[in-house]
C-alpha cells in the first residue's frame, strides 16, 4: 500500500501562490487517482482536485477552479498542487489522498483509502 507524505505548506499573503507536493512510496503509484482535499478549522473536510492515474483527466472544486492545478509526475511519484491567487478562505490544512479502485475521479473522501497527514496553509488578508 501506498505511503504520502505532504510538503509545501505556509504562510503566504492574499494573491499570493504556493506549491504542495505529496510523495508517495512504492512502485504503484501510477495505479491510483489522486486527490487533493482540505480542513478549515471548524468545517468539514472538503474536496479541493483530483487527477487520474495518466494525469489526463483532472477535476476541479468551484472554489478553486481557473486558480489551482493539479497535476501528477509518475516517473516521481509525486501529485502536485499549485495554488495560485490564493485567498484567506484557502487557509486550512491540506491533504493528499490516493485511490487504487478504477481510474475515475471521486471527490468523496470516503473514495480514497490511503491519506498524507496534511500540511497547513495560511493566506494572510
Known amino acids: 500500500q501506498v505511503q504520502l507524505v505532504e510538503s509545501g505548506g505556509g504562510l503566504v499573503q492574499a494573491g499570493g501562490s504556493l506549491r504542495l507536493s505529496c510523495a508517495a512510496s512504492?512502485?504503484?503509484?501510477?495505479?491510483?487517482?489522486m486527490g487533493w482535499f482540505r480542513q478549515a478549522p471548524g468545517k468539514e473536510r472538503e474536496f479541493v482536485a483530483a487527477?487520474?492515474?495518466?494525469?489526463?483527466?483532472?477535476y476541479y472544486a468551484d472554489s478553486v477552479k481557473g486558480r489551482f492545478t493539479i497535476s501528477r509526475d509518475n516517473a516521481k511519484n509525486t501529485v502536485y498542487l499549485q495554488m495560485n491567487n490564493l485567498k484567506p478562505e484557502d487557509t486550512a490544512v491540506y491533504y493528499c489522498?490516493?485511490?487504487?479502485?478504477?481510474?475515475?475521479?471521486?471527490?468523496?473522501?470516503?473514495?480514497?483509502?490511503?491519506w498524507g497527514q496534511g500540511t497547513q496553509v495560511t493566506v494572510s488578508s
Open positions: 489522498a490516493a485511490r487504487s479502485i478504477g481510474d475515475n475521479i471521486v471527490v468523496t473522501q470516503a473514495g480514497y483509502g490511503t
Open positions: 512504492g512502485r504503484t503509484f501510477s495505479r491510483y487517482v
Open positions: 487527477i487520474t492515474r495518466s494525469g489526463l483527466t483532472t
